[in-house]
C-alpha cells in the first residue's frame, strides 16, 4: 500500500518560479526522502530528511517535515526548464528496515 | 565508484511466456536489493527486496519470483507472464539499511 501521497499531481510554472510539491504520509517514519525521474528513467535521490530534522536544504532544493502533520514539502526556487520531471516522496516506516514506499508522484513542467 | 548495471531496456513478450530480467551492481559489497515495478504515469509498487545471498522478501503476491544467487546479482522472473506484468521494472541498490536508494535504469516490459 502507498505510504506517501503527492500533492499536486502535476504543476505547471514558468521558468523562475518556485515550485512547491507537497507529501503527507500515514505512519511514523524513520525518514523521508525526495526522489526526481526523468520520463522513461530511473529514479535519481534528492534529499534525505530524518525524522528528528525539521528542514534541509541542498542547492535550490528545500525541504521541510511536520512529523505532528505527517507531512513534508519541497521547494525547488528559481525553476528551470531542465527541472521539468516526476517528483516523488519516499518513507521508510519506523522499523519497517529496508522497505522505501513511494507515493505517486508529481509532474512538474517547467515552461521556458 | 559503483554502478548498477540493469538489462534489458526494452522488452516485448508474448503472454505465457517465461522473464528474466538481471541487475548487478559495481564497487560495493552486500548491498540491500530492491526490485521495483512501476505502471504508467503512476508511481513505484515494491515487490522484492533483499538483504543478502538468498535472502529475499516480497511485498505483494504475484506472479513474479526473485533470487539472489550472488552478492551483488538480483533477478526477477516469472515462469508464464500475464498481461497484469506489463509495467517499468526499476532495479536498486542501497548501501545500508533505511537509506537511500541508487537505482537503475529500467526495464520496459510490454506483455502482449
Known amino acids: 500500500s502507498q505510504q506517501g501521497e503527492e500533492d499536486p499531481q502535476a504543476l505547471s510554472i514558468q521558468e523562475g518560479e518556485n515550485a512547491t510539491m507537497n507529501c503527507s504520509y500515514k505512519t511514523s517514519i524513520n525518514n523521508l526522502q525526495w526522489y526526481r525521474q526523468n520520463s522513461g528513467r530511473g529514479l535519481v535521490h534528492l534529499i534525505l530528511?530524518?525524522?528528528?530534522?525539521r528542514e534541509k536544504h541542498s542547492g535550490r532544493l528545500r525541504v521541510t517535515l511536520d512529523t505532528s502533520k505527517k507531512s513534508s514539502s519541497l521547494l525547488i526556487t528559481a525553476s528551470r526548464a531542465a527541472d521539468t520531471a516526476s517528483y516523488f516522496c519516499?518513507?521508510?516506516?519506523?522499523?519497517?528496515?529496508?522497505?522505501?514506499?513511494f507515493g505517486a508522484g508529481t509532474r512538474l513542467a517547467v515552461h521556458p | 565508484s559503483q554502478t548498477i548495471h540493469q538489462w534489458p531496456a526494452t522488452l516485448v513478450q508474448p503472454v505465457g511466456s517465461p522473464l528474466s530480467l538481471e541487475c548487478t551492481v559495481e564497487g560495493t559489497s552486500n548491498p540491500n536489493l530492491y526490485w521495483y515495478r512501476q505502471a504508467a504515469g503512476r508511481g513505484l509498487q515494491l515487490l522484492f527486496y533483499?538483504?543478502?545471498?538468498?535472502?529475499i522478501s516480497s511485498e505483494v503476491p504475484q506472479n513474479l519470483s526473485a533470487s539472489r544467487p550472488q552478492d551483488r546479482q538480483f533477478i526477477l522472473s516469472s515462469k508464464k507472464l500475464l498481461l497484469s506484468d506489463s509495467g517499468f521494472y526499476l532495479c536498486?541498490?542501497?548501501?545500508?539499511?533505511?537509506?537511500?536508494?541508487?537505482f537503475g535504469s529500467g526495464t520496459q516490459l510490454s506483455v502482449l
Open positions: 530528511i530524518r525524522s528528528n530534522e
Open positions: 533483499s538483504v543478502g545471498i538468498g535472502q
Open positions: 519516499a518513507t521508510v516506516r519506523e522499523g519497517g528496515y529496508n522497505k522505501l514506499i
Open positions: 536498486a541498490w542501497s548501501g545500508s539499511t533505511n537509506e537511500k536508494l541508487f
